[in-house]
C-alpha cells in the first residue's frame, strides 16, 4: 500500500510508468526499505535494482526473487509489485528468524516489464540476459520522442552511489512471486499456484497507407480510406485465429490525420497474439502478412514482427520444489500456466526458473480495480520464503 501511494491514480489504482519520476520515488522507497534491513544495493547499465543479504559463502551464485515496479497507465497495485513486495518480506522474515543461507539471496526490480512507455517491456531482463542487444533498448522512443537512454541518465543520476553490476552475473535460481492476472486460482478457492511455463506470445505493429481526402467531396468509390482497410484486417485476423481459440488483442490504433473532415491517410496498430502451443503460434503469426495483404486494397500495408517469445516450460525441479514448500507449510497449491508475459520468461534462459502465483480479485488485472486479499499475498509469500530458503542453503 506503501508503493501504490506513488503514482495514486483518482480511482485507486496506479500510473507508475517506466523511468518517470514516480518511478524515480518508489526507487528511492524501496533503497530506503534495504537500507534498514541492512541489505548491499547494486544496479546495473540498464537500472535493474538488487537488494542483497549476503550468504556464508559469498562466491557462491546468490538466489534471486523479485518482479518490477512500473506499472501501466491504468494499472492496479499488485501487477509486478507484489513480487518485489514479497522479496522484501521473505528476506525480512528470514533476519527475523536467524537463517543462515549458504548462498546470498537477493530481491530485484527489473526495470520496464510492461513497455507501456517504451516498447516493447522486458527491458531490464532481457538487458540483464542478453536477449535483447542494449544497444537497441537504449534507441527506443516513447510516444515524446524521449529516448530509453536519456530517460535512463535521468534515472541513474537519481541515486549515484550505487555500485554498478555486470550483466549475466551468475544466478543459482530466480523465482518470481506475482499475481495470476486471470481467474483460475480464486474460482478453485487455491491460495497459490505452482507455475508450469509461460504461453508464447508474438506482438506486430502494422502500418495502413492510403490517401487523405475531403470527407463531403471525394466519391465513395475513389477512396483509399486507411482506416477502413485497417478495420477489415483486424476483422479478417479475428476471423483468423478464432478457431484456435488464440489470444488477439489490438490496443493500440493511431489515425492520420485525425480530424472529422478528412478520409484518413494512415492508420497504425498493434497486435498481440499468444497461444500456448508454439507450433500454432508460429503458424497464426506467420499468416498476418497474407491477411493484411489480401484485406488492405486499395491501400497499402507494411507489418513489422517487433517481439517474439516463445511457449516454455519451467524446469520439474523448481517447480517440486515450489510445490514441497507448499505442502510442508500446509497451503494448497495446485499447477497452473501463465498466460501472460513476466521477467521469468527472460530469466528461464539464465538459470533455473519458477513463478508462485496468488489469486487476484475475479480474475482483474491492468486495471485500477486490481486487488488481492492480504491472506492470499500472505500464503504466496510464505512459500516464497520457504522455497527461497530451500535453495539458498542446499549448495
Known amino acids: 500500500m506503501s508503493l501504490a501511494e506513488i503514482g495514486a491514480t483518482a480511482n485507486g489504482g496506479v500510473c507508475r510508468l517506466a523511468l518517470t519520476d514516480e518511478e524515480i520515488a518508489a526507487r528511492r522507497l524501496l533503497i530506503d526499505w534495504a537500507e534498514a534491513l541492512g541489505l548491499s544495493v547494486f544496479t546495473d547499465d540498464i537500472g535493474n535494482l538488487f537488494f542483497r543479504l549476503a550468504g556464508s559463502d559469498p562466491e557462491a551464485a546468490p538466489v534471486v526473487t523479485g518482479s518490477h515496479i512500473d506499472t501501466q497507465p491504468t494499472g492496479g497495485k499488485f501487477d509486478g509489485a507484489y513480487g518485489v513486495v514479497a522479496g522484501f518480506e521473505a528476506v525480512e522474515a528470514m533476519l527475523d528468524a536467524g537463517a543462515a543461507p549458504t548462498r546470498s539471496v537477493e530481491v530485484v526490480a527489473w526495470v520496464n516489464e510492461e513497455g507501456s512507455r517504451f516498447s516493447p517491456g522486458m527491458m531490464g531482463s532481457e538487458a540483464f540476459t542478453s536477449r535483447r542487444p542494449i544497444a537497441q533498448i537504449l534507441e527506443v522512443t516513447d510516444a515524446d520522442g524521449i529516448t530509453t537512454a ?8 537519481a541515486s549515484p552511489n550505487l555500485e554498478r553490476r555486470e550483466f549475466g552475473t551468475p544466478i543459482a535460481a530466480f523465482i ?4 495470476e492476472q486471470g481467474p483460475v486460482l480464486e474460482r478453485n478457492g487455491v491460495p497459490v499456484g505452482v507455475v508450469t511455463g509461460i504461453q508464447g506470445s508474438r506482438r506486430f505493429r502494422v502500418e495502413v497507407n492510403g490517401e487523405a481526402g475531403h470527407a463531403g467531396t471525394q466519391p465513395m468509390a475513389e477512396r483509399r480510406d486507411a482506416l477502413l482497410a485497417a478495420l477489415r484486417i483486424v476483422d479478417a485476423l479475428r476471423a483468423t485465429f478464432a478457431p484456435d481459440d488464440a489470444k488477439f488483442t489490438v490496443g493500440l490504433f493511431d489515425v492520420t490525420p485525425n480530424v472529422p473532415s ?3 491517410s494512415r492508420a497504425y496498430f498493434s497486435i498481440d497474439l499468444r497461444h500456448p502451443d508454439q507450433a500454432t503460434l508460429a503458424r497464426l503469426g506467420d ?5 493484411c495483404a489480401d484485406h488492405a486494397a486499395p491501400c497499402a500495408a507494411r507489418i513489422k514482427e517487433i517481439a517474439t517469445s516463445e511457449s516454455l516450460e519451467f524446469p520439474e525441479a523448481i517447480r517440486a520444489t515450489i510445490a514441497a514448500a507448499a505442502d510442508t507449510l500446509d497451503i494448497p497449491a495446485i499447477p497452473i500456466l501463465s498466460l501472460a508475459g513476466h521477467d521469468a520468461r527472460q530469466l528461464h534462459y539464465h538459470c533455473p526458473t519458477g513463478m508462485i502465483f496468488t489469486p487476484c480479485k475475479d480474475g482483474v488485472s ?5 486487488s488481492a486479499t492480504p491472506a492470499d499475498l500472505a500464503a504466496g509469500t510464505r512459500v516464497l520464503a520457504a522455497t527461497l530458503v530451500k535453495l539458498a542453503t542446499d549448495v
Open 150 to 157: 536519456a530517460a535512463l541518465e535521468a534515472v541513474l543520476a
Open 176 to 179: 518470481e512471486a506475482h499475481i
Open 366 to 370: 491492468h486495471n485500477e480495480a486490481e
Open 287 to 291: 499468416a498476418i502478412a497474407a491477411v
Open 262 to 264: 478528412v478520409v484518413p
